[in-house]
């Protein structure tokens, strides 16, 4: 199954505020590493601003660790991914 499909079976509950927070250096960044590195593809530039689609986020904290300036928290209680084991 193409990872795609898989996403696409993940279930969310969307929160009404982002838990992932950009900083202002993001603006100036020439390699916007977070647009690579999300398999969910949270992050993309658009009309060179980068966007951030956190309601789509795995949790999987790659952006975390390979970008210093994201500001990345969990989502409150209840919202976020919900994982399906089995």
Known sequence: MSLDKK???VKYTPDSVSHLNPRDKCKC???KICTVICPAQVYEVCDGELVVNYENCLECGACRLACPHIDWQYPRGSKGVMFKHG
Do not use: G, I
């Open 29 to 31: 960044c020439l390699t």
């Open 7 to 9: 996403l696409h079976t």
